[in-house]
């Protein structure tokens, strides 16, 4: 993944060049304009100078804009040759070779995906119960772990046909352009998800074994959530996304809930997916991080005294080093007045 992000990054300078020196971006397939064609669009025309009438004595001299003098210019910046934009790179030559990079990542999947043993093969019926959801029966794991591995070599798969030579270089059109050939790892994804745990809409406490495999998932429901078309995956993606911020109390999950969403309007807006409006929690489920202890309920009951005074009874007091220094009974055995300890 290291390898895919570094590759990524590089290539962008030369797609924005090659947008550039074709007008636009251009779909894989399209014929691109001849070099002559380029270069006069991208080069301005020679202008020659108009013939001017001949001077004659007495006539008044043309009127120029008024230049500063020398010390007082501003310095103006020389641009090297390997700065400029286009002049003197080869961007053809630049595409085969960034093709040539992306599929040896490409294949480096692959040969990573054959040595995966017998261990890291999803649990067959026999071992675990099966859980249907929108994205087929939920994919179970030995271990959360493994669950992990997946989820995040699927998120590597999207990101790296998103990453293509010929994608462009916007995120959310070049997701929107190969969303037919991440289609499949989407959907396994998640399936991976989905197999983490069952429906946790009503669900309040997760072990924390549980809980760290649900925030790791987040991400990947958001690399692969932004191409879901169907309504049943959707939904079920935002649910999930807030349930993990609920028992979590990772609340990037929320704002990962909020990016699909808005993916998904823009998409329906331009035409390129099914419409969809925003959805609110509608479900009336306690929320762990927001409960407060007896002793907040008594400050909060305080505030409406017209006094106030803060009584805290003895029970809420909270004893920090109870069970560090010792226990309640040990200060029955002590004599306070006479300064003695007792038997």
């Known amino acids: 993944m290291g ?15 090659a947008m550039k020196a074709d007008g ?3 779909p894989p397939g399209t014929a691109a304009a001849a070099p002559a064609q380029r270069d006069s669009f991208s080069k301005p025309q020679q202008q020659f100078p108009k013939p001017q009438m001949p001077s004659f004595s007495g006539m008044v001299p043309g009127v120029a804009p008024p230049k500063l003098p020398m010390g007082f210019e501003q310095p103006t910046q020389v641009e090297s040759p390997q700065s400029d934009d286009s002049s003197g790179m080869d961007l053809d030559a630049l595409r085969i070779e960034a093709e040539e990079e992306w599929q040896e990542i490409r294949n480096a999947f692959s040969i990573l995906e054959d040595h995966f043993g017998e261990d890291f093969q999803a ?3 026999e071992f675990s119960s099966p859980i249907q959801t929108p994205f087929g029966t939920a994919l179970q794991y030995r271990t959360y772990g493994i669950a992990g591995i997946w989820m995040n070599f699927y998120m590597a798969l999207i990101a790296c046909h998103r990453a293509h030579p010929s994608m462009p270089p916007a995120a959310m059109m070049a997701a929107g352009l190969a969303a037919r ?6 959907n396994e994804l998640g399936r991976i998800a989905a197999g983490i745990a069952p429906d946790c809409s009503t669900t309040q406490q997760v072990s924390p074994g549980v809980g760290a495999a649900l925030i790791e998932s987040s991400t990947c429901l958001f690399v692969a959530g932004v191409q879901y078309q169907n309504a049943a995956q959707r939904a079920w993606t935002v649910d999930r996304l807030r349930d993990i911020a609920r028992l979590t109390g990772w609340q990037t999950a929320l704002a990962i809930a909020t990016g699909c969403e808005t993916s ?7 035409g390129r997916g099914p419409p969809y409006s925003r959805t609110s929690e509608e479900r009336v489920v306690p929320d762990i991080w927001n409960s407060g202890r007896r002793v907040d309920r008594a400050i909060e009951a305080s505030k409406a005294n017209e006094e106030r005074r803060l009584v805290i009874p003895k029970a809420d007091r909270i004893h920090y080093a109870l069970g560090v220094l010792g226990v309640e009974e040990d200060f029955e055995h002590l004599d306070l007045d006479n300064d003695e300890r007792g038997s």
């Not at 390898?3 to 060049?17: E, I, M």
């Not at 998904?264 to 331009?270: F, R, S």
């Open 3 to 17: 390898r895919l992000a570094d590759f990524a990054s590089k290539d962008l300078k030369r797609k924005r060049l």
């Open 24 to 26: 636009g971006y251009r």
């Open 123 to 125: 649990l067959g019926p």
């Open 181 to 186: 050939q991440t289609a499949s790892f989407a």
């Open 264 to 270: 998904w309007v823009k998409i329906g807006e331009l």
